[in-house]
């Protein structure tokens, strides 16, 4: 009998699969999508691992899903994309056979609202079905003030709440640069959160709900950089993790639900590390970008004599070479090596065989 149930998670289901992460020392990873080929991809590597997986939409992924031609000021297409995408999810996870969380990944004061377009879209769905469409939003207010990030935060976590949804929130900035997002040159203490910080945003969340995570920055960078470039100091979650405990009165319980953000070339050690200190989120997405081209670009290298022109080929002059560049065929092999690297990463966070 499976522990969760398959299809899109949400309330108090969505606690309980990170509360026993926590409980059992795995992790799970946020993968982003941008088509119907990575969202199925993620689902279909989710159920060869019989594990549950988060499925999650940047504001430029959503644009992208919904079409990069459509109007884009007030990020009405970022959201309709994100909905559709939402829509998918929620017809295909239960034949896939997976439970999914589904996410919203970043998303800065300038770009709220995206979030409120998805909010007063779940809304009117909560009423109609008694359950919201996403599983949980990211709000990433870290170039904020710390005050004004956290107050924001509870206004946001409060609307959520109310059909149940949780909430990400980001204290210090994820280096590099991703969807558009460049902080290449922040200044370094920025990419260290403190755990003072931590229990500040947690103090204040917990009294409306416990259903949110926090992104607690400790020198990661999206991105992938040369061994040594990045230095992650992954202790930060532990002592933030101790520190909250003690203000609580709690020691031992990992009360604080940690993402992992910048995932992508970090080594084992760290992971295996930020586990066991309560992360129990990993957010990955360029090493999926390279798995994925890596896919389309070795079918093209393998079968390139046949999709230079549409009749001819090696194997003779008049054969028709459709079946070669038929898209799905290359779509397919992009796939294939998505789904083979993220059944690499699940291996990594520990997260085989978890919904048995």
């Known amino acids: 009998m499976s522990k969760f149930r398959s299809g899109v998670l949400y309330g108090q289901e969505l606690m309980d699969l990170y509360a026993d992460a ?23 590597a989710a159920a060869k691992v019989k594990s549950p997986v988060i499925v999650q939409l940047s504001f430029g ?10 109007k884009n000021d007030s990020l009405q297409a970022s959201a309709a994309g994100c909905l559709s995408a939402a829509m998918h999810v929620h017809q295909v996870a239960e034949m896939y056979g997976v439970p999914v ?54 206004k946001y976590l409060t609307r959520m709440n109310n059909i149940e949804i949780g909430l990400e929130i980001e204290l210090g900035i994820t280096g590099g640069e991703e969807d ?59 002592n ?20 992992f953000h910048g995932g992508s070339g970090s080594s084992p050690e760290d992971i ?30 393998e079968f390139g004599a046949y999709v230079e022109t549409q009749i001819g080929n090696p194997d003779g002059e008049d054969l028709p070479n459709k079946k070669y560049y038929d898209p799905r065929k290359v779509l397919r092999a992009g796939e294939e090596r998505f789904v083979e690297r993220l059944e690499t990463s699940f291996a990594d966070l520990n997260c085989i065989g978890r919904n048995k």
């Open 22 to 44: 926590k409980q059992n020392g795995y992790a799970l990873p946020g993968v982003n999508a941008i088509g119907t080929s990575t969202v199925n991809s993620i689902l279909e």
């Open 61 to 70: 992924g959503g644009h992208f899903y919904a079409g990069k031609s459509l």
């Open 101 to 154: 969380v589904l996410h919203t990944d970043h998303c800065s004061l300038e770009n709220i609202s995206w979030i409120d377009h998805l909010l007063d879209f779940q809304e009117t769905y909560y009423a109609k079905h008694g359950k919201p469409l996403f599983s949980s939003h990211m709000l990433d207010l870290s170039e904020e003030t710390i005050e004004e990030n956290i107050e924001i935060c509870e």
């Open 180 to 238: 558009g997002v460049d902080n290449s040159d922040v200044d370094v203490s920025k990419l260290y959160t403190h755990p003072s910080e931590v229990y500040y945003a947690y103090e204040k969340l917990s009294k409306i709900s416990p259903n949110f995570s926090i992104a607690a920055a400790f020198g990661n960078v999206h991105g992938v950089y040369k061994p040594g470039n990045v230095k992650l100091s992954v202790e930060i979650l532990e």
């Open 240 to 259: 933030s993790q101790k520190y909250v405990e003690e203000q609580i009165g709690a020691m031992g319980t990992k009360p604080v639900s940690f993402v």
């Open 272 to 301: 295996a590390k930020s586990i066991e200190y309560g992360v129990i989120k990993m957010n990955l997405d360029t090493d999926m970008q390279w798995a994925f081209n890596a896919g389309v670009r070795d079918y093209y290298a």
